[in-house]
């Protein structure tokens, strides 16, 4: 079976006339899960009663927080403008998605859109494995939320020649929220030994989360290391 290994995230938007235009983008290029975090309620009604892309916005998932959204996934983008941004994790730029691909091919990624007023908070981006920019003019850097998801499906599924993408074995990489529970067990390890205690905890967590997407851990090492630190606490204790 063909699936679009992709999710397109779009975090606190509040345009229904541009959530519309993201989910016929998303049509348009065979993407099909849409997961919508904190609409304003108002707007999300609106924009689910809108004509055009039907079948993706009544299947769109909302949910409250962007842990929710991301929980299932294995790889997450942050799709930003880089002005007046301090970025720590890969920078990729969408005209090097289909290397990125190749690096990664098959496991199902979450491309993060932010609002259309002011994008991305910084913890949403830290909280994402790696950041994707669309390469624009320096006078005019930010681009329209429905164009940025129109420009992002359209370069994968160019990609992969308009077809529908093959999603590899489940089981192989954690999911996001594996992930999560790996990066609190070892911020609970910083904080037992001393370790970075001068730093903010949310801070060592965007850190220990580079760390572990830049090694691209199977399941098993990932739940070997986290077990690992769990033992070090214990006797740290």
């Known amino acids: 079976m063909e699936i679009n290994p992709f999710v397109i995230v779009l975090v606190r938007p509040r345009d ?9 983008a998303m049509g348009n290029f065979g993407f099909s899960q849409l997961r919508v975090v904190d609409p304003f309620p108002p707007v999300w009604r609106e924009a689910v009663s809108a004509v055009g892309a039907h079948d993706i916005l009544q299947h769109a998932q909302c ?20 002005r007046n941004r301090v970025i720590e994790q890969e ?12 690096r990664a091919p098959g496991r199902c990624t979450a491309l ?32 329209n939320l429905a164009q ?21 074995k489940t089981g192989v990489y954690p999911t996001d929220a594996q992930r999560e529970v790996a990066v609190q067990t070892l911020d ?11 730093w903010p905890a949310l801070h060592r967590q965007a850190l220990v989360r580079q760390v572990l ?16 630190a769990e033992k070090l606490k214990q006797r740290l204790h």
């Open 188 to 198: 609970e390890l910083f904080t037992a030994s001393g370790l970075k205690a001068d």
């Open 112 to 143: 993060v859109f932010g609002n259309e007023k002011s994008g991305l908070s910084g913890e949403d981006i830290a909280r994402c494995n790696a950041v994707l920019n669309i390469p624009t003019t320096a006078k005019q850097p930010s681009i």
């Open 16 to 24: 229904p006339n541009n959530i519309g235009a993201c989910a016929r």
């Open 213 to 228: 997407s830049r090694q691209n851990l199977d399941r098993s090492a990932l739940f070997l290391l986290k077990n690992l």
């Open 63 to 82: 949910v409250d927080t962007l842990d929710e959204a991301l929980q299932d996934v294995e790889f997450t983008l942050a799709s930003t403008a880089l």
């Open 148 to 168: 940025a998801v129109l420009l992002v499906c359209y370069e994968i599924a160019k990609c992969h020649g308009l077809r529908p993408l093959r999603a590899a």
């Open 91 to 102: 920078i990729i730029f969408l005209p090097q998605m289909d290397s990125f691909l190749q």
